[in-house]
Every structure is written in structure tokens, then in C-alpha cells.
């Protein structure tokens, strides 16, 4: 575990502490215990850890990067060997934001689509953490979508083996990477179907006009038409 990991994580379970010290010190000023003087010295144990802990999650307003590509902070040279863990995502970043933004973009990494990963989060302009996963995960199932697709290309285009209880393994195994690229092609677009929905709130809109005819005009309304069914009796 990095210094920084171990740094937040600290700071976390001193505020997870402090909490418990909270809710103890509200027990203990009330019946049967009341003990008020024990419930102080709680509450100051746990104001003691809160501040400590938040200076640990705070960046110093001097080392704060500017806004790079896809929403993620660029890093001076300096930062980048004084401060490994300043990547963050937020106008004003603490150190748990930060650790979040790198995770992130090591992940692309790792799936070796970080640029198409950052340009996809700038395109939708993503306006929180959330939607900046989203565009990520859109990135990488585009990636493997084309790479499948790439691979049963390739199978169908090798030549029949004439090897007794081989032919046409060429054509299933394209068939299999087609498959995979077509089901990695519907879940890009379902990607693409939830973030419209996360921005809207998942509401429809339905827009009702009204059309008013003169004495002597026509008008021609079109729209579909639920037939009844054939047994259903006419009025």
C-alpha cells in the first residue's frame, strides 16, 4: 500500500472513530449513566480526530494542479515526484478525490485506452465522478468491440484447413468473436441510453399540440391508431 493510500485510509477510520466517540458521548450524558463531564472529554477526543483527519484529506492550495484533458488535473513535474497521489477531478480536491482520479486513470491504463477514455469524458463534458466512469467504461467497450471485431475478420479470412476434424473451426471461433462484438456494441449503446437518462432524470417529455380548423378547412392529423380487437363488439 502507497503512503497515500495508507495516509486516507488512516484518516478515514479516524473519522469513523470519531463518530463512534459521538454517539457514545450522547449516551453517556443521558439517563441512567448522565455523566456530562465524560461526554465533554468524549466530544473533544472527537473534534481532536476530525481536525486531524481533515488536514490529512486537504491539498494545500499552492499544490493544486490546473484542469487537463477529461476533466482530470495536469501535474507539474515537481507535483508529480513531491505529490504521486495528485490527480483529482474536483474544482477544490481533497486527498480522497484524488487517490479516486488516479485509480481511474491507471484502470484505463491497464485496458489501454486512456486516450479515448479522456476524449470520450471531454465530448459529453462529464460534470461529476460518475459520468467520467461512464465515459471510461464506454471507451473500453468500444475498444473491445472493435478488437473482436478485428479477430473474427481475421478468422474468416484464413484459409479451409484440410486437417480431418478441423474444418471450418476458423468460421465458429469468427462467429464467437462477432458475437462478443456485437453483445460489447449493445452494452456501448445502453452506456449511452444511461447517461441520457442520469441527465434527465430518467422523465420523458410529451409534447401535445393543438391544431384549430376554420369553417371550410382541412386539416390531416396523423399518429398511430390501437386497432381493437376483432371480437370486440361495435358500438
Excluded: W
Aim: glycine share 8%.
Amino acid at each position: 500500500m502507497t503512503k497515500s493510500k495508507k495516509k486516507i485510509e488512516n484518516a478515514l477510520n479516524d473519522l469513523t472513530e470519531a463518530k463512534t466517540l459521538r454517539a457514545s458521548a450522547k449516551e453517556l450524558e443521558s439517563s441512567p449513566c448522565h455523566d456530562p463531564l465524560g461526554a465533554s472529554f468524549m466530544r473533544m477526543d472527537a473534534n481532536s480526530l476530525e481536525d486531524g483527519a481533515k488536514k490529512a484529506l486537504q491539498i494545500k492550495k499552492n499544490d493544486l494542479p490546473l484542469v487537463g484533458a477529461g476533466g482530470e488535473l495536469s501535474l507539474t513535474k515537481e507535483q508529480e515526484i513531491e505529490i504521486p497521489a495528485l490527480i483529482n477531478t474536483v474544482d477544490k480536491p481533497d486527498n480522497i478525490t484524488a487517490e479516486a482520479s488516479r485509480d481511474r486513470l491507471q484502470l484505463t491504463v491497464g485496458v489501454d485506452c486512456v486516450g479515448m477514455a479522456l476524449d470520450a469524458s471531454e465530448t459529453i463534458q462529464a460534470k461529476n465522478s460518475l459520468e467520467k466512469m461512464l465515459a471510461h467504461q464506454l471507451a473500453a467497450a468500444h475498444k473491445l468491440a472493435m478488437t473482436f471485431s478485428k479477430i473474427a475478420l481475421s478468422c474468416l479470412n484464413q484459409p479451409d484447413h484440410k486437417v480431418y476434424g478441423q474444418e471450418g473451426m476458423h468460421v465458429v471461433e469468427g462467429a464467437r468473436a462477432a458475437n462478443t462484438s456485437a453483445k460489447l456494441m449493445d452494452v456501448y449503446q445502453k452506456g449511452l441510453l444511461s447517461l441520457s437518462k442520469v441527465r434527465s432524470g430518467g422523465q420523458q417529455t410529451l409534447t401535445v399540440q393543438h391544431v384549430n380548423v376554420t369553417d371550410g378547412g382541412q386539416a390531416v392529423v396523423t399518429g398511430g391508431i390501437k386497432a381493437g380487437a376483432k371480437d370486440e363488439k361495435q358500438r
